[in-house]
């Protein structure tokens, strides 16, 4: 359903899923029982879900907020993949994560390049030509340059799943990486995860219906 926050009935919201709308009316789930996962057909994976635990969730295309009489590790799960701004890319990252960190950083828009802390951030995830060449040193195949491949949805999502296959790893980690994981690596870089300096990122992230 469409709804603004303030008129979403003891329920959560997403952004983004609601594109002919406002910029501030939201997709309200009011789910009270699990059934609202078992009955949403996805209008990407063009599906319904089930609710599991994300370990078992294949590809780990999944939605929050969608169980929500299960644990937080349950969530509902499809076999293909859910999509983003632009419809998804295969990575790490789950779907409703970078479609948080998208909002947070351009409300999801192709916004360009703007300066940003002593450098231009470029595109609807606002990344950075560092950023982007590490990224490139796992997928080579990043477009034909930091700026025309970060202004586009595709390639600047790709560029984040290559960036945090590099640095999101269980190996410098030490766990098996989280949305907050990938969201404070995206914010602070390859130890942002563990930086205090990326809590506040964290919180904006989770404000965006993400945890």
Not at 2 to 20: E, I, L, Y
Request: charged share 15%; with cysteine; glycine share 10%.
């Amino acid at each position: 359903m469409d709804f603004a926050d303030s008129n979403c009935p003891g329920g959560k919201t997403m952004s983004g899923k609601c594109p002919s709308q406002a910029d501030h009316v939201k997709c309200c789930f009011t789910a009270d029982t699990d059934e609202e996962c078992a009955t949403y057909n996805h209008p990407t994976a063009g599906q319904v879900g089930s609710c599991v635990s994300t370990s078992q969730c294949p590809g780990s295309f999944y939605i929050s907020n969608l169980c929500p009489t299960k644990p937080n590790d349950i969530k509902c799960c499809f076999d293909k993949p859910t999509g983003t701004c632009s419809g998804g890319s295969d990575g790490p990252v789950p779907a409703d994560c970078m479609q948080c960190i998208c909002n947070v950083e351009s409300n999801c828009q192709e916004i360009g390049c703007k300066w940003d802390v002593n450098s231009n951030s470029c595109g609807p995830y606002q990344i950075k030509y560092d950023y982007y060449t590490d990224a490139l040193a796992i997928n080579p195949n990043l477009g034909s340059g930091w700026e025309s491949c970060t202004t586009k949805f595709a390639c600047s999502e790709d560029t984040v799943q290559a960036y945090m296959t590099r640095y999101a790893t269980h190996s410098r980690l030490g766990h098996t990486p989280t949305c907050e994981d990938f969201s404070r690596i995206h914010n602070g870089g390859p130890n942002g995860w563990n930086s205090p300096s990326t809590v506040g990122y964290w919180d904006k992230i989770q404000a965006q219906g993400c945890s």
